[in-house]
């Protein structure tokens, strides 16, 4: 049985990187689109609750060795709170330097007949 969501708009009406604010059920969501994929996460920075749709969407340093050239990579998976800087992954919702710590919480997204819907929200 598929699931039911929230229908946010038609996939074509996301631009690549640009957040979007949507209230679902009383909850502020932020929807994010990076290509074919898109993300879902609560509109509230867990630090102290700025809106993450008036973030900026970008990627990060990849790990790696000790001695080893740090690489940039994940654009467009990252978005960092307009108030002090805090990132988040959109993918699960994580702070991304204290993962175990703060997270916002992450919604499943599909696209189904051209339409985008945010499930559980
Ligand atoms: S409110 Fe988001 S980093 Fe402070």
Redesign the pocket.
């Known amino acids: 049985m598929p699931s039911t969501g929230h229908d946010v708009g038609a996939a074509g009406e996301f631009q690549d990187g640009k957040p979007r604010r949507f209230e679902l059920n009383g909850r502020a969501v932020v929807v994010v689109r990076k290509g074919g994929e898109f993300f879902a996460m609560r509109d509230g920075?867990?630090?102290?609750?700025?809106s993450?749709a008036a973030?900026r969407v970008t990627g990060m340093p990849l790990p790696c060795r000790p001695g080893e050239e740090a690489e940039y990579g994940r654009e467009g998976e990252i978005i960092s709170?307009?108030?002090?800087?805090?990132s988040f992954d959109l993918r699960n919702g994580c702070s991304i330097t204290q993962p175990e710590r703060y997270r916002a919480k992450s919604y499943r997204v599909e696209v189904r007949d051209g339409r985008v819907l945010v499930v559980a929200a």
């Open positions: 920075c867990p630090h102290a609750g700025a993450l973030g709170c307009p108030w002090h800087g805090w």
